[in-house]
């Protein structure tokens, strides 16, 4: 390949813009800066090639400098129509290991076009960074300046947890490997779900990248991504317009509106069906002499109902009355809460007794006792002037 400084100085790099798009504000939230060469054939150059390239002649600082006043002067047209448009660049990690106070990634060009520094989001690949201090100092020195900070490529490689709080970033982004065919995959939308509800609570926008099909980017927001990027919305080019979106992002809200209604009207129907079911199992129990051999005399009861895993009592005292009773398959390593253990630490306990409702529904978990998707049900009965609380796990 020739040498980056004659792709530099015949003037062959180019910027292309993918949108980022808020399902929530209903807009392009902004744009990532992508760097193109093309050679002298005007075939495309991607950028790793450009980079691996620039590392070899030792210009990897002149190729990132390039790149980003490429993006910058290329962005300001957009900015003008749209003042709240973000810009997002990707900042080389060696940029981040070399940090010091007089290297400056924007060389005053923010300033000169009248750019602010709060319409700027700096990408960072926190795992490629060894250096610790120098990620903290770094983030710290942009942060300060009113730049927002973005994770890039969340959840791989060695990409991790434990450095969140030195970052501190604005945005979090998901890499598109736990995006991938999400519509499929329980544990991949258990995670995705998990770094949506961790960024809210930690003051970040959650964006789900890669996004190629409309599953996937209706359930990466029923999951709770606000943000979203991906060639199903639209490739990476050099005008991205704002108005194409407008429809896709309706029919992505709408989608992932109507799982919301469907995921409650399940619920809503289970809800009556373990009602009815603990109505019955209390007309049973309150027919049997020793309660903790109610075992052995729900069989008729149940039989009417499908789907249960298993059936246990709690009595005022956090205390399981009688065994536990299992309809299905159980997995080697589990062994089932015996008569008299202290249940007090199960939330849906205390949830069931203490709720005006009397009853409780959990969210869908893997039942260690089967390896099923299921859901508990608990409902606060009377049993002889006595309160207990019942509990069913239902497979989902
Ligand atoms: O590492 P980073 O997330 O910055 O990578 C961005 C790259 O991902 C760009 O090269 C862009 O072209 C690519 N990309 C953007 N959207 C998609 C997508 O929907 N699918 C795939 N496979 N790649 C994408
Ligand atoms: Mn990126």
Redesign the pocket.
Known sequence: METIRTIIEENRLYIHFQPILSMRGRVMFGV?A?LRGSDREGSTIPPIRLFAQAAEEGAEALLDARARQLAIEAFYVLWRENPKLLL?V?IESQMIEGFGAENYLFDGLLRRLGIPYGNIVL?I?EDEVENTRRLQEFCTHYRGLGFGI?L??FGIGRSSFDRLSIVRPDII?IDRSLVSGIEHDYIHQEIVRTICKMSANIGALALA?GVETLDEAVHSTYLGATLVQGFWFARPSQEPLSHEYAKKVEQVMSRSHQIVIEKHRQREHLRLEADNLCNDLKEALDNIENLSEWNAHVDDVIEKYSDIEAIYLINAHARQVGQTLMRCTTRVFFEPTEEGSDLSYKDYYTQARESIRGSHLTGNYVSLASGNICCTYARKIDLRGELHVLCVDFMR
């Open positions: 990532e992508l997002f990707n990408e690949k973005a890039d490529d982004k990248e």
